[in-house]
């Protein structure tokens, strides 16, 4: 009879369809009376000679960069030049003033009331995104745990090419209404849009990595997100200087369509054995998720650890629970033992990640509106600042993550919960890092100070990969899409409030202290870094109290 003991670890940490796997799962199939027949799917494809890697998942999140990145840049002066031309939409018009159809020549275009006007726009635009990207990503990023990430990855890539065919719409048919635009962005949201993306990647390199390098792993993820934006914004701006700003949407659908090939062709990153468990898991799942946590503190080998010198037993679920428990409990699976210390914690740094994200994209949908109307900034310096932005954050994550990570202390990279006490001050260094570039913007007396934000902020941008690596280490592997993908709902959550909220405040105050959006920004990010304080402390005083 196998040792439940040395399953569990192996379910824990056994990379899935790395060279050894063919053996792998057909001792597992054997065990559990499986033909060889119903595991074929787990052998790569004559198209892919690669069994599935964390890299595979690279190009993914690359070419989608590489279609949001000139789309960022790009919009708001679509935007100008559709206002321009056709007229404020009502919605958004200042009604103390009289207004008029305006040709694209007029200098009432470079005025603040476009400005507010465009910021607005593009702010209720996001947010009707979010608003359907809230809804709709978990429930993909939880299926991907049951129908697999490449189909789910598909939906996404699918509903992306539809969606950026819109605004090529609006633009050569002068009679439709511009609020068309956000048509595409609700087929997006409802497909999940980049949130979802950003957590099926995750969730694929974890299904190929084990717990301890997920760190490094996810920093590259984000990597190959940020290198699509750097290096699609550099292209977006040449294009757009040689051959015009509404070349540049003909290339997204074209970037996505390509991603939708490329999708087709990588093989999956969960076993048909791991499917099917996953499938099964679904019925029972407080049931089943319990014992596995009951079952994984037996991982954690050591002097204190009393449950590998004695029978497992039934996990059990507390008579008593406070009603924020059981809120927790129906939001995100519970914490693994021995690893992050807190009772609460994988909630706290999921709202941790609510704020500064909020902070994040509310800065950045309106630093582009702000220099395009501070600075008089075109569509290709714009352009080049996310390029950037981008590439700095490639260098971050790809170079600098790496070395810190070897800065670790020698036990951090065998004991789970030193290595997460580590991430831990990573994630808050930051967090910190992302407040400075928030002043650097407030304070810029010319816009090339967004260029040194940018460098700061690829800095701080260690936060995102250091936070997914927590949280990976504290759940149990089949748990993964599920947290990730409420991860991923939580940050939606703040891209449904940031792009409206920071454009009501860039407009209120856009005569009188333009900048003062981003001294909030700063503000809620301090708040963001005080919660994931609290976390560290509670982790390390969890620490205490095992040694």
């Given at each position: 009879m196998d040792d439940p003991v040395a399953v569990a670890h192996a379910q824990e940490s056994t990379p899935l369809l790395r060279g050894d796997i063919n053996t792998a799962t057909n001792n597992n199939d054997r065990r559990q009376g499986a033909s060889h027949d119903d595991d074929d799917d787990d052998t790569p494809n004559w198209y892919w000679p690669?069994?599935?890697?964390?890299?595979?998942?690279?190009?993914?999140?690359?070419?989608?960069g590489l279609a949001v990145g000139p789309a960022m840049a790009m919009t708001p002066p679509l935007v100008k030049f559709l206002f321009c031309e056709r007229g404020i939409p009502d919605l958004f018009k200042d009604k103390n003033k009289d207004h008029l159809l305006l040709s694209s020549g007029e200098k009432d275009c470079d005025s603040s009331e476009y400005s507010a006007a465009i910021a607005k726009f593009i702010g209720v635009f996001a947010s009707f995104t979010s608003v359907l990207v809230t809804l709709t990503v978990r429930y993909w990023s939880s299926l991907s745990d049951r129908i697999g990430r490449k189909k789910t990855m598909l939906v996404w890539a699918v509903g992306s090419t539809v969606a950026h065919t819109f605004p090529l719409m609006v633009y050569y048919n002068k009679g439709m209404s511009l609020y068309v635009i956000w048509v595409g962005g609700m087929i997006e949201g409802s497909a999940g849009s980049i949130l979802c993306l950003i957590a099926l990647v995750h969730s694929y390199a974890a299904d190929v990595s084990s717990p301890e390098k997920r760190t490094v792993v996810f920093g590259r993820m984000i990597a190959?997100?940020?290198?699509?934006?750097?290096?699609?914004?550099?292209?977006?701006?040449?294009?757009?200087?040689?051959?015009?700003?509404i070349t540049v949407f003909w290339m997204l659908p074209i970037i996505t369509f390509i991603d939708v090939l490329y999708v087709l062709m990588i093989?999956?990153?969960?076993?048909?054995?791991?499917?099917?468990?996953?499938?099964?898991?679904?019925?029972?799942?407080?049931?089943?998720?319990?014992?596995?946590?009951?079952?994984?503190?037996?991982?954690?080998?050591?002097?204190?650890?009393?449950?590998?010198?004695?029978?497992?037993?039934?996990?059990?679920?507390?008579?008593?629970q406070t009603w924020v428990d059981r809120v927790i409990r129906s939001c995100v699976p519970e914490q693994l033992p021995h690893r992050l210390g807190g009772k609460h914690s994988i909630i706290l740094l999921m709202i941790t990640c609510f704020f500064t994200l909020m902070s994040v994209m509310g800065a950045m949908y309106q630093s582009q509106v702000y220099l395009l109307y501070m600075f008089k900034w075109t569509g290709p310096e714009l352009s080049y600042v996310g390029a950037i932005q981008g590439l700095s954050r490639l260098v971050s994550l790809t170079v600098l993550l790496p070395l810190i990570k070897k800065l670790a202390p020698s036990r951090a990279k065998t004991n789970p919960a030193l290595g997460i006490k580590f991430d831990l001050k990573v994630m808050i260094m930051g967090l910190w890092l992302e407040a400075v570039t928030m002043l650097i913007y407030a304070v810029a007396p010319i816009g090339e100070y967004f260029y040194v934000g940018g460098v700061t902020g690829a800095i701080g941008s260690l936060f995102f990969p250091a936070t997914r690596g927590i949280l990976s280490q504290s759940v149990a592997p089949e748990m993964l899409g599920k947290t990730l993908g409420t991860l991923a709902t939580f940050e939606s959550l703040a891209a449904v409030i940031a792009p409206s909220l920071y454009a009501w405040i860039y407009a209120l105050t856009l005569e009188t202290y333009p900048s003062l959006v981003f001294y909030v920004a700063a503000g809620v990010i301090m708040l963001a870094s005080g919660l994931a304080i609290s976390v560290a402390v509670a982790h390390r005083n969890e620490m205490k109290r095992r040694a």
């Open positions: 690669w069994p599935a890697a964390y890299w595979a998942a690279i190009p993914v999140i690359f070419l989608a190959g997100w940020y290198a699509g934006l750097g290096v699609g914004s550099a292209v977006g701006g040449v294009v757009a200087k040689k051959f015009g700003m093989p999956e990153s969960l076993t048909a054995a791991k499917l099917a468990g996953n499938n099964q898991s679904t019925m029972t799942n407080s049931q089943s998720q319990a014992t596995l946590i009951d079952i994984d503190s037996s991982n954690s080998r050591g002097p204190n650890n009393k449950s590998s010198l004695h029978p497992i037993k039934p996990a059990t679920t507390p008579h008593h």
